[in-house]
């Protein structure tokens, strides 16, 4: 559904996109993870018409975003960083306008926006609060509402959960699922690989403008060592003993005071605990803490690209702020 091929863009002497290639199936979820700067929001830009490609292509739909760069409007929905709303209208009426622009009667919009507010739980406010009164992650429920009203197959997510607080970002997460479920197709940018992982089909790390690695997000989490196994001991005397029962189930495992790290292979890390903890627990060691910890983003993208998220955005600007001086 959407296929991009050797793309680059450059603004002045700074190369924001070189060479990405990325192939999207129909009805998939496909999450573009990486720190600000890596070239997220230029591929958003270039995928939706906003910016002209120095070279490559971009396919949507069976459209060229070069040559029918109408055609691949009229099949995408788009939500961007901070929700598109008016806030000075309802909820029916926000959805409503926007069908009117997308060229529906008006009771055919509005039809339409009903139908949405209850898909989206925004039916059962007040029908005059103004949009200006909903909460962060209502306003973003609404704006990814106003995406798909003309029905598009393609929808295109922008950091949709960007400033949200947790229940805000739980929402706008099943807001997402709600789409992935009824077909549609979402490439959805994130700086956080636990949205990747709880949304995505597949996930390409992008740094520097390039695709650096692409999979699953157990593969990718696999890439930087798996799951980890946190224990802290009763007794700091165990440790060592702790350490050689550990060893004798073929784990990896490090001490520090009462505090043991210990290397999953198993599935998950699941079966390693369990067999972990009955080693212990057999071998009178006693345990305070234990805990079944995944790699965290700066981890993955640590092992993939040698260099931390938050090293990465402090050398480079947001492609807003990269735009902005080239402008």
Aim: net charge negative; charged share 30%.
């Amino acid at each position: 559904m959407i296929s991009i091929r050797g793309l680059r863009k450059r603004f002045g002497d700074f190369t924001a996109l070189d060479g990405v290639d990325l192939e999207i199936p129909a009805g998939s979820v496909h999450a573009l993870l990486g720190p600000n700067g890596a070239g997220k929001t230029t591929t958003v830009r270039v995928v939706t018409t906003l910016l002209d490609p120095d070279a490559g292509d971009v396919q949507v739909a069976g459209h060229s975003v070069r040559r029918e760069a109408q055609d691949v409007r009229r099949s995408i929905g788009v939500s961007g960083q901070y929700a598109a709303v008016d806030e000075k209208l309802t909820g029916v009426e926000n959805l409503t306008m926007v069908g009117q622009l997308y060229g529906m009667r008006r009771r055919d919009a509005k039809a339409r926006a009903n139908e949405l507010l209850r898909d989206f739980r925004l039916d059962d406010l007040h029908p005059k609060k103004r949009a200006g009164d909903y909460s962060g992650g209502m306003r973003r429920r609404l704006d990814l509402a106003g995406a798909i009203v003309a029905r598009p197959p393609v929808v295109i997510l922008d950091e949709p959960t960007t400033g949200l607080d947790p229940r805000g970002r739980r929402d706008t997460w099943d807001a997402i699922q709600t789409l992935a479920t009824a077909g549609t197709t979402v490439l959805l940018t994130t700086q956080y690989l636990e949205e990747a992982d709880q949304l995505a089909d597949a996930i390409s790390v992008i740094d520097s403008g390039r695709i650096v690695a692409e999979g699953t997000a157990s593969a990718l989490k696999a890439r930087a060592g798996g799951a980890a196994i946190d224990l802290v001991l009763e007794r700091a005397e165990d440790g060592h003993r702790a350490l050689q029962i550990v060893a004798a189930i073929g784990r990896e495992a490090s001490l520090d005071d009462r505090a043991v790290r210990i290397t999953a292979k198993a599935p998950n890390g699941s079966r390693d605990l369990a067999a972990v903890l009955a080693g212990l627990s057999e071998a009178g060691i006693g345990t305070i803490e234990a805990a079944l910890r995944q790699p965290t983003l700066d981890e993955v993208f640590l092992q993939i690209t040698g260099q931390r998220p938050d090293d990465a955005s402090a050398e480079l600007h947001t492609d807003d702020e990269r735009e902005a001086v080239t402008a």
